[in-house]
């Protein structure tokens, strides 16, 4: 069964770090693309950062400078770096990856979601 496990979330002081990891399990090739997105209570959920498969990366503009995304497909891994954390970065943290498969089919899956507090 393919699927994706997130770690790395918790509670960070402003100003601090975590690193969150978004793991595929299953039969799977590679990770062509991933984006990582986040969702505060009560409001939508939103595009913080994405990679595709040739290495180039977007992030929404309140991360810019702060967070990096990055993956690595021998370990089937996709991260989220996240630096110099604010209070408004609490939020559930979701991953989603388009994955294929050996067999050359490719599908997109999402992660359980993490929580990332910030918070003194």
């Known amino acids: 069964q393919v699927q994706l496990v997130e770690s790395g979330g918790g509670l960070v002081q402003p100003g601090g770090s975590l690193r969150l990891s978004c793991a595929a399990s299953g039969s799977i090739s590679s990770i062509n693309a991933m984006g990582w997105y986040r969702q505060a209570p009560g409001k939508q959920r939103e595009l913080v950062a994405a990679i595709v498969s040739g290495g180039s990366t977007n992030y929404a503009d309140s991360v810019k400078g702060r967070f990096t995304i990055s993956k690595d497909n021998a370990k089937k891994t996709g991260y989220l770096q996240m630096d110099s954390l604010k209070p408004e970065d609490t939020a559930v943290y979701y991953c989603?990856?388009?994955?294929?498969?050996?067999?050359?089919?490719?599908?997109?899956?999402w992660g359980q979601g993490t929580q990332v507090t910030v918070s003194s």
């Open positions: 989603n990856a388009r994955l294929r498969r050996y067999s050359g089919f490719e599908a997109d899956y």
